[in-house]
Nanobody, 129 residues
Framework: QERLAESGGGSVQPGGSLNLACAYS????????MGWFRQAPGKEREAVAA????????????VKGRFTISKQNAEGKNAEGILWLQMGSLEPDDTAVYYC??????????????????WGQGTQVTVSS
């Protein structure tokens, strides 16, 4: 079954860095597009970054130049793939629960939560001095 599991969240001071990882099962096909989303208390879920199978990526304007999304495909019969989100120059406004997600098929807009079919449970990122 399709499964995604985030890790790497934590607490960091402003200006610091964190690397999030999302392990996904072999049932998440290599041709799925994938993304990172976040939700802060009292706010709607928003897309942070997304990546297509050809490697092209899109970012939320406020994280451009600070965050990088990348993907390592699953290899081998029982292997898992990894979706990464490298976050630098973190700001208090980056505080949120971060989720990874996967979508099948082709859609024009990959920074839209409604276009994703599978979700992880989330990992907390807190940026505070």
């Amino acid at each position: 079954q399709e499964r995604l599991a985030e890790s790497g969240g934590g607490s960091v001071q402003p200006g610091g860095s964190l690397n999030l990882a999302c392990a996904y099962s072999k049932y998440i096909a290599a041709e799925y597009y994938m993304g990172w989303f976040r939700q802060a208390p009292g706010k709607e879920r928003e897309a942070v970054a997304a990546i297509r199978t050809d490697g092209t990526a899109q970012y939320l304007e406020s994280v451009k130049g600070r965050f990088t999304i990348s993907k390592q495909n699953a290899e081998g019969k029982n292997a898992e793939g990894i979706l990464w989100l490298q976050m630098g120059s973190l700001e208090p406004d980056d505080t949120a629960v971060y989720y990874c997600a996967a979508g099948r098929g082709w859609v024009r807009r990959i920074l839209v939560a409604e276009n994703y079919h599978y979700w992880g449970q989330g990992t907390q990122v807190t940026v505070s001095s």
